[in-house]
Structures are given as structure tokens and as C-alpha cells.
């Protein structure tokens, strides 16, 4: 089957960087996204990695390891906004394709 | 151009009645998939159809059923409802199968009493 796990809370103070991980197992492993969540909205998508390596979207990174299963998305210069819950998914090839959501970390920037 | 569209936003229903929820997807967007989120347990996975047929489907019980049209709107039907499906349900629409970023409706809420 498929699992991926997330820390459930972080905690940042403004201006500072965080850092989200993903560990995920998965049998048709195709891509690790990311999505952002506030109370209230809908998921909107943040970035995608299909290989290994960064990827730079403005104050947001995410990064993917194949080999270790293992991803991170990294937000730099933290703003009250960027207070919302975090997802990693992953992409399965296997069996026809579905995107698996982990749990969520929820993200709490104080002033 | 529009977004994904989710009919109705919000849902009472009594435990033991079925209902029926509607997706629209943007426009040209031809893959269609829905979440079941509740607290704590994330996003999901219901089922993804493409091209009018359904390509995954998570697990669970076959009260959960849905489909897809030729013009790419999705519907999902949940039949004798339990109190436990009470829940936001997400539908995210893709060009196809292979694109990786979907987008989100606001979702349908639905509460069983």
C-alpha cells in the first residue's frame, strides 16, 4: 500500500525558516507535491518534484530523495500568513494513477 | 478562467439517505478526483476518473460510487449514510492523469444526523 508521514504541528517565529519532511512508501512512486491548506479553503498546490533535488519557488523550496523516500518542503522568511496546513502527496503510477495525501502538518508562525 | 466548482457547498442529511455531489472542473480539464477530509486524517483518496472512466479507487465501502461525464463533470453518490461520512468532501481537477498539480474546489461539507 501507500503511507507517507508528516509531523502533525511545527512551531516558527516570523522571518525564521522551517522545515517540513515527508518520509512515504508507495509501489508505483511517480512525483512528490506539495499543498497548502488555510482554515477554511481549499488545498492550493505549491511545487512539484519528479527527481531528485531542489526546487525553488519564491520563499518556498521542496526538495526530493528518491533513494530515501524522503522529501522536504522549506519556507524561508516566514510570514503570519504562511500560518495553514501543509501537505505532502504522492503521485502512484501503480495500478492506474492516484495522488496519496499524508496527514498534514499544521504550521504555526508567531509574531 | 473559472475554477473547479463544487454544487451544493454545504449538505444536511439524515443517517440512511443517500446524496449526490457535483464537480465541475476547469475548463479543458479532462481528470477528475475526489477527497474525503476530516479532521486529523488529511485528504482521502475516493476515486480519479479520466475520460469518463473510473482509473482508481481508494478504500472505501461501495456506498461510496461516482462517475464522470463526457463534458469531464463528476458527480460522487454516497447511499445509506452513516453518521461517521460526515465530512468536507474535495473534488481536483487535472488536465490529465499524467499532470501533476490538480486544483482544488472549495469542497462540499457534508453533515449526517
Known amino acids: 500500500g501507500q503511507s507517507l508521514e508528516q509531523p502533525s504541528e511545527v512551531t516558527a517565529v516570523e522571518g525564521a525558516i522551517v522545515q517540513i519532511n515527508c518520509t512515504y512508501q508507495?509501489?508505483?512512486?511517480?512525483?512528490l507535491s506539495w499543498y497548502q491548506q488555510h482554515d477554511g479553503g481549499a488545498p492550493t498546490f505549491l511545487s512539484y518534484?519528479?527527481?531528485?533535488g531542489l526546487e525553488e519557488t519564491g520563499r518556498f523550496s521542496s526538495f526530493l530523495s528518491r533513494s530515501d523516500s524522503y522529501g522536504y518542503l522549506l519556507l524561508q522568511e516566514l510570514q503570519m500568513k504562511d500560518s495553514a496546513s501543509y501537505f505532502c502527496?504522492?503521485?502512484?503510477?501503480?495500478?492506474?494513477?492516484?495522488?496519496?495525501f499524508g496527514a498534514g502538518t499544521r504550521l504555526f508562525v508567531k509574531a | 478562467k473559472a475554477g473547479v466548482t463544487q454544487t451544493p457547498r454545504y449538505l444536511i442529511k439524515t443517517r440512511g439517505q443517500q446524496v449526490t455531489l457535483s464537480c465541475s472542473p476547469i475548463?479543458?480539464?479532462?481528470?477528475v478526483s475526489w477527497y474525503q477530509q476530516t479532521p486529523g486524517q488529511g485528504l482521502q483518496f475516493l476515486f480519479e476518473?479520466?475520460?469518463?472512466?473510473?482509473?482508481n479507487k481508494g478504500n472505501f465501502p461501495g456506498r461510496f460510487s461516482g462517475r464522470q461525464f463526457s463534458n469531464s463533470r463528476s458527480e460522487m453518490n454516497v447511499s445509506t449514510l452513516e453518521l461517521g461520512d460526515s465530512a468536507l468532501y474535495l473534488c481536483?481537477?487535472?488536465?490529465?492523469?499524467?499532470?501533476?498539480?490538480?486544483?482544488f474546489g472549495q469542497g462540499t461539507r457534508l453533515t449526517v444526523v
Open positions: 481536483a481537477s487535472s488536465l490529465d492523469p499524467s499532470n501533476t498539480e490538480a486544483f
Open positions: 508507495t509501489s508505483g512512486f511517480y512525483g
Open positions: 476518473y479520466f475520460s469518463e472512466t473510473q482509473r
Open positions: 518534484n519528479g527527481l531528485d
Open positions: 502527496a504522492v503521485r502512484d503510477g501503480g495500478g492506474g494513477f492516484k495522488t496519496i
Open positions: 475548463s479543458g480539464h479532462r481528470s
